[in-house]
């Protein structure tokens, strides 16, 4: 069976048990430094997930990623969440969750209503997009490029760093997106969004 966690705990179906760690797990359940079980009816619209499963590309991903998640979603209510996978879907939580190892809700307490919409309908405006392998290119680039700037010293290592940002973090177009990063721009729609006088 499936775990299910958030920021405060685990949560599951039934039958979930306290168990030791595995090597590169997150110690989320309350004897581990976590929290509390919870059930869907305590995630909110806007609360991000991120699981992992453990097949290859998800171990790949962690890997190249050097993390001990590899997927991230964003909870829109009703029961869905939205996510890149093969591109920008809205799909029912448990079906998002069904192949996952365990997965883990974070939630910003702080985020009004009005914010946690406004993520909602950022999230749902890219529904039907692209993934983006450009963007994953990019990020494989720049990390196998780290030890090769770091053997270079003075201005060549300076040049080659300023290379990899450069290439890293490149203004790319909105009609695609891998999950972080959809997660990324969605949660950041309520703070750019122009202050009410």
């Not at 359940?29 to 929290?35: A, C, H, L």
Request: proline share 5%; with cysteine; net charge negative.
């Amino acid at each position: 069976m499936t775990e299910y966690y958030n920021n405060r705990g685990q949560y599951g179906q039934s039958g979930l048990t306290s168990r030791p760690l595995q090597d590169g797990e997150i110690p989320l359940e309350p004897s581990g430094g976590g929290g509390m079980s919870i059930g869907e009816s305590a995630l909110s619209v806007g609360d991000i997930i991120v699981s992992t499963t453990s097949s290859p590309v998800s171990r790949l991903i962690r890997l190249a990623t050097n993390s001990k998640v590899s997927h991230a979603a964003l909870y829109v209510g009703d029961g869905m969440v939205v996510e890149a996978v093969d591109g920008v879907e809205l799909r029912p939580l448990a079906d998002a969750l069904a192949d996952d190892e365990y997965a883990v809700a974070f939630t910003d307490p702080d985020l009004t209503d009005e914010q946690r919409l406004m993520i909602r309908d950022f999230a749902g405006n890219q529904i039907g997009r692209s993934y983006d392998f450009v963007a994953i290119a990019r990020h494989g680039l720049y990390r196998v490029s780290g030890p090769v700037c770091d053997s270079m010293s003075g201005l060549d290592r300076a040049a080659c760093n300023l290379l990899r940002r450069r290439v890293m973090f490149a203004d790319d177009d909105a009609d695609r997106w891998y999950c972080s990063e959809l997660v990324f721009a969605a949660e950041r729609t309520p703070s750019d969004a122009p202050a009410c006088s």
